[in-house]
Structures are given as C-alpha cells and as structure tokens.
C-alpha cells in the first residue's frame, strides 16, 4: 500500500507524500529527502554504512520501517551539529582511516553517539562501538585511532 507520513529528520519535519509502505528509512532518506550521507551497503544490517541515529542511538537505517516511526528523532550524519563531528572527522583523516570512504559517514555517525555519551572513552570501549563498521580498506585500527584522537 501507499502511504504519506511525516518525518522528523535533523530538527524539521519532512512530509514523505505517497511513499511505500515497506520503503526503508535509508530509501526515504535517500530517494525522498535528497540526503545521501548514510550508504546503502549490505541491505541487511551488517555493514553499518547506513548508519543513523534514532532518538540519538545508532540504527541502521536499512533496517528501519520509516512509516513507522511516528516523530521519533531521526539524525543523520549530514545533521550533526557540534564540535565532535569535524574532530572525528579530522581525527580519522590524521591517523590514514579514510581510503574510499564509503563507511566513514556511518563511523562518523556512530562515533558521535559513543562522544556523546561518553566523551573520553578509553581504547576498547571505541573498538566496540566502531565493530558494527567493517572496512575493507583499513581494517579497524585506523578507525580506532582517529575516534581516540578526536576524543582525545
Ligand atoms: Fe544498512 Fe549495510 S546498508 S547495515
């Protein structure tokens, strides 16, 4: 069936007219709203390239229903505001994490929530929040140290 609804995407709300009922969030996101930061990987959950947050938790967007999720706060990596994004970014630049780029908005993304939370994590604490981002390029290291670097 066809369906409109309303998002609530970086702050402002968003009408989503006739959309798909079983259209993913990172489909809306990217076909419907024009916001192509989070990556359509896997499809399946596992990549983490389509990360967002949802009432400020990392989510994949792939995974997500968006007609149903009502006015829950969707964020997506073009929406983070704050010093935190630039440093993780300019830390994961330093320390040679990015080669393609493909994983980084979602890294980025899911980085911010573990600042967030938790402004000074140590060593492992990054490596588990960054485990739901395979790289194929780097591998994790890189990414763990550009993530400390910015905490740091
Ligand atoms: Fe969503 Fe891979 S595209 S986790």
């Known amino acids: 069936p066809v369906v409109s609804y309303t998002l609530n995407v970086n702050g402002a709300l968003q009408y989503v007219a006739d959309g798909w009922i079983g259209d993913s969030l990172l489909t809306v996101l990217r076909d419907r709203l024009g916001l192509s930061g989070a990556k359509d990987g896997c499809g399946q959950g596992v990549c983490g390239a389509c990360t967002v947050l949802v009432d400020g938790a990392p ?10 999720l009502g006015m829950r706060e969707v964020t997506t990596v073009e929406g983070l505001v704050g010093p935190g994004p630039a440093a993780i970014r300019q830390g994961l630049i330093e320390q040679g994490a990015v080669q393609c780029g493909y994983c980084i908005p979602g890294v980025v993304v ?5 600042l967030a939370r938790i402004p000074r994590p140590d060593e492992a604490t990054v490596r588990r929040a ?3 981002h395979p790289c194929r390029c780097v591998g994790p290291n890189r990414m763990v140290a550009g993530v400390c670097a910015a905490a740091a």
């Open 59 to 68: 989510a994949a967007a792939c995974l997500v229903s968006a007609a149903t």
């Open 110 to 114: 899911s980085a911010h929530a573990l």
């Open 130 to 132: 960054l485990a739901g």
